[in-house]
């Protein structure tokens, strides 16, 4: 199948605030239809990123294109065009509290100059995708929190962006009002087609909803890639982030091993691995294990113990042969 064509593209980005480096050298393409989240600790630049990806920061240099347009330098008209290109969704969700559901989502088609019978027509759609018709006449205060960030999202959405940026969009909600939003970010995004930029500090969004994944670390980019791949190619920050292990013995005689599950068709589960190492006669032991069920594909990490470096590196040696990613622990 022919790779998807970048929607999204980040060329070099670097800003600068004074002496700060916020974003070094960001270098980033996220292809049409993908749901890509936007991980990173407090101040690596992810708020950074989201604003020059917005038009609303200019980078100190490189390029942004959103849809075929560099958005990086545009001013005044242009750059209200360009940005209504992209829908925008917040934790705080802001909605004018004076109106009703209805009129929250009509505000952006009114100040784009739409037309009653359009508004009225496109209004009653989105509500109805975000799974809220029967709440059009209700005001904000009338809504859960669940309920304000559909609204949000219809409001995003109401001039058909084909971009919709979601900066910490569940950090308020509890795991189950979470869980509907991420379903519905996936279900609009199969059904019209949208990219999705999602800003999260919680790897549980990541590995419901994206498809891709960003780490920043210090303004620059740590890790990318694939989700199935960032967690199966290895004892990597992403891995460890969007599959932690609970802490192993620290009074453990033995070596460890870290070995990823989910990347080998032979070798699938920790049963599978130490067979492989009973048929090679390498005694070991499961000190940690983490298993996850992601994009419908079971992955996993495991801390093997084993009795010293020499069995440590045989093991290595044996389920990379094996096309698992492993590796002796630290
Ligand atoms: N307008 C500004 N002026 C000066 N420094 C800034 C400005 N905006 C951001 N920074 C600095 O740039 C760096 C990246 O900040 P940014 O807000 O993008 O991080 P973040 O990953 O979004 O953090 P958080 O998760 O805490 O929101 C930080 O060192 C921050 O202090």
């Known amino acids: 199948m ?3 064509p970048p929607l999204i593209r980040l060329s070099g980005v670097s800003k600068q605030f004074g002496s700060v480096r916020a974003l070094e050298d960001i270098s980033l393409e996220i292809p049409a239809g993908e749901i890509h989240g936007i991980v990173g600790p ?3 630049g992810k708020s950074t990123l989201i604003r020059c990806l917005t038009g609303l920061e200019p980078p100190t240099s490189g390029e942004v294109q959103i849809a075929g347009t560099r958005i990086d330098g545009l001013r005044g008209a242009a750059l209200r065009r360009a940005r209504r290109s992209i829908g925008m969704v917040f934790q705080d969700v802001h909605l004018l509290s004076s109106r009703t559901a209805a009129g929250n989502v009509s505000h952006p088609l009114e100040v784009a100059g739409a037309g009653r019978a359009e508004r009225e027509g496109r209004v009653a759609e989105l509500l109805e995708l975000v799974g809220l018709a029967d709440r059009a006449d209700s005001y904000p ?6 309920q304000q960030q559909r609204v949000g ?5 109401a001039t058909r962006p084909p971009v919709l940026l979601c900066d910490e969009p569940t950090s308020a909600l509890d795991a189950e009002t979470t869980r509907q939003i991420l379903d519905l970010l996936r279900r609009l995004r199969d059904r019209l087609g949208i990219t999705v930029v999602v800003i999260t500090h919680e ?3 990541v590995r419901e909803a994206c498809d891709s994944v960003t780490l920043l670390d210090r303004g620059r980019v740590a890790q990318s890639g694939g989700l199935l791949d960032v967690v199966t190619s290895g004892d990597t920050p992403l891995a460890r982030a969007l599959v932690p292990l609970p ?3 620290p009074d453990r005689a033995g070596r460890l091993v870290a070995v990823s599950l989910g990347g080998s068709a032979q070798v ?3 049963r599978d691995v130490l067979a492989v190492l009973d048929a090679a006669g390498i005694p070991a ?3 940690a294990a983490t298993l996850e069920t992601i994009d419908g594909h079971r992955v996993g990490r495991l801390q093997l113990e084993v009795a010293d470096s020499d069995a440590a590196e045989r093991v290595t040696d044996l389920l990379s042969g094996q096309g698992l990613a492993a590796e002796v622990a630290a």
Do not use: K
């Not at 205060?141 to 669940?146: E, K, N, Y």
């Not at 999202?153 to 959405?157: C, E, H, Q």
């Open 2 to 4: 022919p790779a998807r």
């Open 42 to 44: 407090s101040g690596a």
């Open 141 to 146: 205060a009338q809504l859960s929190g669940g």
């Open 153 to 157: 999202i219809a409001r995003a959405l």
């Open 203 to 205: 790897p549980s969004v």
């Open 247 to 249: 802490p192993s013995d």
């Open 268 to 270: 699938r589960s920790a």
């Open 285 to 287: 032991e499961i000190a």
